[in-house]
């Protein structure tokens, strides 16, 4: 006969001894806190492509977006949801407004969730809702909050039964009090509470604590599956779930290389290696793929320009590298001298293959496919033509020019502003000097200009050409792929009042890099104060 006895998170076959493993769900959430870092963004070909690859990375939930905040983010989530046979997240904050839009954008997926959550600590109380309306004192504040919760899942759950709640803050709110918080919002129907260290504030040892408390003194707590999402503001975002994950939490909320907001979210790709590498110490298990985590890291990397730092554990260029005499010496006698894990199992090939003008189309479609691209049948060409232009300018193209290419021009939508020709006139004894030709609808405008290098004189020449002179915030370029053909990519950030605008250009030309970022920059303030989401006679309408 066997008997079960649970303890602690890990339930033990008392018969043979042996652990049973318990599942720990993984909630991506690349595509909404990882879309927030700063200087990323993403249009919806891309995500639809980011997401495609985390469902073969097996990952429980995707949290897609945050739809009312704008009408990019509303097709994304809608068409995510459309497409995919994952749990489709989209967040809410607890308004009506926010909540019925994300229900809007989900309403065809298979399995949508609304993800709504309300501040909960008195930092945030007390300067989110200052204002007398929400209650004179700090106790009637906090009460107001309990209500609003309550309000939000409950309406929430009049559009969709898988509603998750957060308590925004949670790592610096009063336990006690985020308790109560909780049992309201499981009392309105919460299947899941998450519980964000939204700052990325505590230690391992106090958000475990913390978790533990949670456990023990919520009395529904049973009815919800409790969810953490920790910020890496201390570095300590993957220690301070793992302390989550030992003291009751089952689902995890996480990023691919670790993306989000200022230092970021907790990487998935390190949590889920944590658990795999040290099965012997951790009884839990994810359905992740974990041969997939490379491609996931690439694909997101090359999507968002966020570069991934050489040192960084799992996917880095560095992680799998020995530099040292003593180390090679190790490795070549025995590879466990030093490695605790294989490359090959989260998905580093040992070879990078090279492609190129000789390639075939057929060649090219494969690679991309190992890569983890899907290529529309009507994309192929166009790839392909993208490809050989590429090959005849570089000789040899490596996968990060395949992704690259993927990234910058097959999913690149249609802009307002074109960048249709470039000219630059450069040189020791030269004025620097920049014509450009920019598209519009079905006109063009043709400026010139000269500057004090070609980047500032190729900028001169497009403010000219559209008569418009943002601030600009930041400038950066670097180079992306290997080789002295390497692309080259910038990232321009301009400013408009109280709101920043980012830009990205890939190209082996870095001023035809920094052009095309500055004019995308340009693009996406003209989308943001040109367009709106509103509800007209109970439709949603794009503005
Ligand atoms: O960090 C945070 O608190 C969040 C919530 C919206 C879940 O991202
Ligand atoms: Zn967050």
Redesign the pocket.
Known sequence: MTRFLKKKGCIIDKLNGEKMKERIKIFD?TLR?GEQSPGASLNVFEKLEIARQLAKLNVDIIEAGFPVSSPGQFEAVQRIADESDKIIAG?ARAKEIDIKTAYEALRNGKNPRI?T?SSTSDFHIMGKFADSKYGATLAEKRSTIIKMSYDAVSYAKTFLNDVEF?A??AGRTDTGYLCDVIEAAIEAGAMTI?I?D?TGYTLPHEFGAKIAEIKKRVKNINKAVISI?C?NDLGLAVANSLAGIENGARQV?CTINGIG?RAGNASLEEIVMTLNVRKDACNYYTGIKVDELYNSSRMVSGFTGIIVQPNKAIVGENAFAHESGIHQDGMLKDKSTYEIMNPESVGVKKTKIVLGRHSGRHGLKSRLEELGYHLPEDKIQKVYDLFLELADKKKEVFDDDLRILMGDEIYKKKELFELEYLNITSGTETIPTATVRIKTGDKTFKESSIGDGPVDASFNAIERALGFKPALESYNVRSVTSGRQAMGEAIVRIRDGENSFSGRGVSTDIIEASAKAYLQAINQLYLFNHTALVFENDNLVIK
């Open positions: 959430t806190d967040l993800h959550f957060s925004e803050d998450n964000p939204t999402h910020h909320e907001e």
